[in-house]
T-cell receptor
Framework: SAVISQKPSRDICQRGTSLTIQCQVD?????MFWYRQQPGQSLTLIAT?????????ESGFVIDKFPISRPNLTFSTLTVSNMSPEDSSIYLC???????????FGDGTRLSIL | ELKVEQNPLFLSMQEGKNYTIYCNYS?????LYWYRQDPGKSLESLFV?????AVKQEGRLMASLDTKARLSTLHITAAVHDLSATYFC????????????FGQGTRLTINP
């Protein structure tokens, strides 16, 4: 498995501000993923972040709202921009360690927007 | 668009009983994953099912996959309180892409 560290673990932010979430993995991985889990809901994939290329966003998510960086094989950031109360969610990063392996998830960042 | 549906969404059961959670999905896939989430926690991988007819067991939990029926089941045998959690199935619709589509989750409560 992998040790995945997310920072911050939680935050309360003001409407209109932006927050950058960090995800650090203890081993080199090709693909990192960012998910959103709205309160009491399931997980939805935001984007896939590959090192050395632009992130690939899923339908309903755009780069201007959720810019992603992937500067190396162990680190990624997700920024939630111009936040509104609808962005209040848990944001989770995950990694895949191999073709037939499950994704491993970080502990998540619990974000509340006032 | 791939849809993944779990049934039931809420399940309250007594210790010692058996029950099954169902996961149906709408397009072809031979990769299905089961995860557990405790309140306020992240997701823990339970099972990886990679082919038709795959069956995996760990303790009181057993998962199976029928790709022809597009159905996976998670069976709980002689439930104990510690198994109370939310269980998610997730499907990888594009082999190797790992762009998981999750079911709604089944919130399982096991009462003494």
């Amino acid at each position: 498995s992998a040790v995945i560290s997310q920072k911050p673990s939680r935050d309360i932010c003001q409407r209109g501000t932006s927050l950058t979430i960090q995800c650090q993995v203890d081993s080199q991985v090709t693909m990192m993923f960012w998910y959103r889990q709205q309160p009491g809901q399931s997980l939805t994939l935001i984007a896939t972040a590959n090192q050395g290329s632009e992130a690939t966003y899923e339908s309903g998510f755009v780069i201007d709202k959720f810019p992603i960086s992937r500067p190396n094989l162990t680190f990624s950031t997700l920024t939630v921009s111009n936040m509104s109360p609808e962005d209040s969610s848990i944001y989770l990063c995950s990694v895949n360690l191999g073709v037939n392996q499950p994704q491993h998830f970080g502990d998540g960042t619990r974000l509340s927007i006032l | 668009e791939l849809k993944v549906e779990q049934n039931p969404l809420f399940l309250s059961m007594q210790e010692g009983k058996n029950y099954t959670i169902y996961c149906n999905y709408s397009t072809t896939s031979d990769r299905l994953y089961w995860y557990r989430q405790d309140p306020g926690k992240s997701l823990e991988s339970l099972f990886v099912l990679l082919s038709n007819g795959a069956v995996k067991q760990e303790g009181r939990l057993m998962a199976s996959l029928d790709t022809k029926a597009r159905l996976s089941t998670l069976h709980i045998t002689a439930a104990v309180h510690d198994l109370s959690a939310t269980y998610f199935c997730a499907v990888d619709p594009i082999q190797g892409a790992q762009k998981l589509v999750f079911g709604q989750g089944t919130r399982l409560t096991i009462n003494p």
